[in-house]
């Protein structure tokens, strides 16, 4: 949207029109727009760039028209509508895939899978465009009995097994059972009240006895 100033001479009198962009309530404008004025070449109205979330949502402007020796007198345009969509809901982002892994009982693997777990969620943030798109990872185990086998640091978003010295959690068959925790992926923006939506992502670790695993005993 644009305009131009044109200056009137009548009689020898100058009459110079001023354009004014408002809300249709006569408010000025809000600080998401730019309303340059200054010369004939600079009457243009612009949407500047923004990350705040509160610019999402629907805007109307309008241009109030009048000489400047007149001002009471003034022209009013029809209103113009203004969508700003919001670009974090849902993001443009690949999910966070579903992880699986088998673990045997007695096995301290150490940094190995851990770090692997850590370039996934690297490579899932990284994946965020626009990146000033916020997320945020949470760890959730619904089963106590696996409460010391299994941790997850948030401050670095590493999830460990940790080293199962017991066939206890096998249950009554000692063969192998899987279990399940999730990462709830939160995203939006990173301010209160502004987080967009959830999404959870299961992650099963299968328990397995080293007792029935010929990789780890033999009859010879």
């Not at 020898?12 to 029109?17: R, V």
């Not at 004014?20 to 727009?33: K, M, N, R, V």
């Not at 309303?35 to 509160?54: Q, W």
């Not at 945020?136 to 670095?156: E, G, H, L, Q, V």
Request: charged share 20%.
């Amino acid at each position: 949207m644009s305009s131009r100033d044109t200056t009137l001479s009548t009689f020898g009198i100058s009459c110079t029109p001023v354009f004014e962009l408002q809300t249709p309530e006569g408010d000025p404008i809000p600080a998401y727009f730019s309303d340059t004025r200054g010369s004939s070449d600079a009457n243009t109205f612009d949407i500047l760039y923004s990350e705040d979330p509160n610019f999402i949502g629907e805007w109307k402007v309008q241009l109030k028209a009048y000489f400047n020796e007149n001002p009471a007198n003034a022209v009013l345009s029809n209103e113009y509508t203004i969508v700003v969509n919001d670009p974090c809901d849902p993001p443009g982002m690949t999910l966070f895939p579903t992880q699986s892994f088998n673990y045997v009982i007695t096995d301290n693997i150490g940094a190995s899978h851990q770090s692997d777990l850590t370039s996934a969620f690297n490579s899932f943030v990284s994946s965020i465009d626009p990146s000033f798109c916020y997320s945020r990872i949470t760890y959730r185990n619904d089963d106590p009995t696996t409460t010391s086998a299994f941790s997850f640091d948030p401050a670095t978003d590493v999830f460990s097994i940790n080293q199962i010295m017991t066939l206890d959690l096998l249950g009554e068959n000692k063969d192998q059972i899987t279990k399940t925790v999730y990462f709830d992926v939160y995203y939006g923006y990173d301010c209160e009240g502004c987080i967009r939506g959830v999404q959870t992502v299961p992650f099963t670790i299968t328990l397995k006895n080293p007792c029935i695993d010929k990789n780890y005993v033999a009859i010879q």
